[in-house]
């Protein structure tokens, strides 16, 4: 058992350094992969960042996006209030704010502004009725949710824009739909490139391999070294994306809020850490994922 | 041991490279392979290394079946046997105990143990003294005494080599020769394959003559001329 640690010690020490050896060896080849990686990384990075801003822009559009229900006149007031318990049961629902008719009133009478005296007459007697303000979780629903709402009794109507819903749907699907494929697309590419240099790597040391099969290397022995490679690389064109994109997000958003100042963005620090989790995971799933293949064809004989 | 029993080897393309081939080699023995060029003697070797696996018949090599043995034993085979070729495969950029020492990190040796044993198989093979030079720096010779030192230092049952002097001269051949001799006093089974007439006939072991792809004959002595009678007749 202590045998068995220690041979693993030796050979997880004999791995980092040959797998370090070979980014040196190919010193060239190596940087370029991890240059052009890091590229990869850094555009998929770039255009989710993109993606992400469409997405919180969208969310407070949402949000704004009300349902108004309008209670019917012959509900009390008693019952009114009491309809937000049957409002909250619809899943949907997100925020609910009940506004009794004097509310109302006065809003459109800011609303009408100087124009307010033509109905100033009609306070006493207010025509409106009570009412609620919903905002909905998920607006793709926007349909069902009204329907939902419209069902319930002393509900008399409903006035929503589901055209909005629509479009801001329609936006979001599309921005989710080219990221996908760029992401899918430079995945395939960063897979390709580090699956090349991993192949050279094997190209430049085959007699080496030649040799430690002849004296009864195993496999995955040697194997290994290539993995630690090209999982190397992919985790060093993680961090260096991750640094690309702090500075070229740092400026776009800078000259955005510098030339159209009603744009706002999310500050870097909001997801600067996630962000550094997710790109180097995926430099090293795609430096592992891109040697092991590599390898596994090239060992069969 | 090796024990060779009724091998039929034919290539992909149709080549017959050995037609019912049967020889056995003790532990401790020192043996030689005899023949002329493409009479099959490489492809013993090859299936002895398990880098092919016979047609038909039986390969048993230190107790491993290379007809039936599972791809990932192959490795474990490989280490009790040390392998030797015309051509040396050193690698250039490494020097010469670096080439030795890297077999036993293939195998998993720790450092300890490597530090203590490279220097002696090196000091066996003579080259103790040339630790720190290129393969390039060495003469032909040398350099196949470094091959031979590689393939010893896994601590092998065998050695086999395949034409280790066809790039010798015939001095630097026969020191090559005496050397696994030497290897072979100290208790490793030693196969040599080789055509050369003059060198077999300067040691009396035990010659195996293959032609065409058969045993033609099996003896001790210098036997070459007798087995080149046998295959005219
Ligand atoms: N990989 C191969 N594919 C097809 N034929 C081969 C292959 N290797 C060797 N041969 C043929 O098999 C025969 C025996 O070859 P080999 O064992 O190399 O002979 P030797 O080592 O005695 O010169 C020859 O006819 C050779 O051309
Ligand atoms: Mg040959």
């Known amino acids: ?158 006035i929503s824009r589901k055209d909005i819903s629509d479009k801001l749907l329609q936006i979001k699907n599309v921005v989710n739909a080219i990221s996908m494929a760029l992401i899918a697309l430079l995945g395939a590419v960063s897979l390709f490139i580090v699956a090349n240099t991993v192949r050279l790597a094997l190209f430049y040391r085959r007699e080496e391999i030649a040799i430690m099969k002849m004296v009864g290397a195993t496999n995955s022995f040697i194997r290994m070294p290539f993995v630690v490679e090209g999982t190397i690389i992919g985790f060093l064109s993680g961090v260096v994306s991750y640094y690309a994109q702090y500075f070229v997000y740092k400026y ?3 000259k955005l809020i510098a030339g159209a100042s009603f744009i706002e963005v999310v500050p870097f620090d909001a997801f600067s850490g996630t962000l550094f989790m997710t790109v180097t995971f995926a430099g090293v799933v795609i430096g592992l994922i891109g040697s092991v293949f590599t390898i596994q064809k090239f060992m069969k004989v | 041991m090796i024990k060779i029993s009724e091998v039929f080897k034919t290539y992909d393309n149709g080549t017959k490279a050995l037609k019912g081939v049967s020889l056995t080699i003790e532990d401790g023995e020192f043996a030689f392979i005899v023949g002329p060029s493409g009479s099959g003697k490489s492809t013993i070797i090859k299936l002895l290394a398990a880098e092919l696996r016979p047609t038909s018949g039986k390969v048993n090599i230190n107790g491993y079946d290379v007809g039936s043995l599972h791809q990932k034993e192959i490795p474990y085979l490989r280490r009790t046997i040390g392998v030797v070729f015309q051509d040396f495969r050193l690698i250039e950029k490494k020097t010469v105990y670096e080439n030795v020492a890297f077999v036993m990190r293939a195998v998993g040796a720790p450092s300890r143990v490597i530090k203590k044993r490279v220097p002696y198989v090196l000091d066996l093979v003579g080259l103790l003294h040339k630790q720190r030079r290129y393969p390039t720096e060495l003469s032909g010779g040398e350099q196949q ?41 100290l208790g490793t089974t030693v196969v040599v394959v080789t055509h050369e007439k003059e060198l077999v006939d300067q040691f009396a072991k035990r010659v195996i003559a293959i032609d065409g792809g058969m045993v033609i004959s099996d003896k001790m002595g210098g036997y070459y001329e007798s087995a080149a009678q046998t295959s005219q007749n």
């Open chain 2, 145 to 185: 005494r470094v091959a031979i030192a590689r393939a010893l230092v896994n601590n092998p049952n065998v050695i086999i080599a395949d034409e280790p002097t066809g790039n010798l001269d015939p001095a630097r051949s026969l020191e090559l020769m005496m050397l696994l001799e030497k290897i072979n006093s």
């Open chain 1, 1 to 158: 058992m202590k045998a068995q640690l220690r041979r693993l010690r030796t050979n997880l020490a004999y791995f980092f350094r040959e797998g370090f050896k070979n980014i040196f060896v190919n010193g060239f080849m190596s940087f370029a992969a991890m240059s052009v990686l890091a590229a990869c990384i850094l555009i998929t990075g770039s255009f989710t960042l993109v993606a992400y801003n469409i997405g919180v822009m969208i969310e407070d559009l949402e949000s704004q996006n009300e349902i108004a229900v309008y209670i019917d006149d012959t509900v009390p007031r008693e019952e009114a209030i009491k309809l937000e318990y049957q409002l909250k049961k619809i899943d949907n629902v997100d925020t609910i704010e009940f506004v009794p008719k004097e509310d109302a009133f006065e809003d459109y009478l800011e609303e009408l502004g100087d124009d307010a005296y033509i109905i100033e007459d009609l306070r006493e007697d207010n025509p409106l009725r009570d009412g609620y303000k919903i905002t909905m979780k998920d607006i793709s629903l926007h349909g069902e949710t009204v329907k939902e709402i419209s069902d319930i009794a002393g509900v008399g109507e409903t």
């Open chain 1, 252 to 254: 776009i958003t800078d």
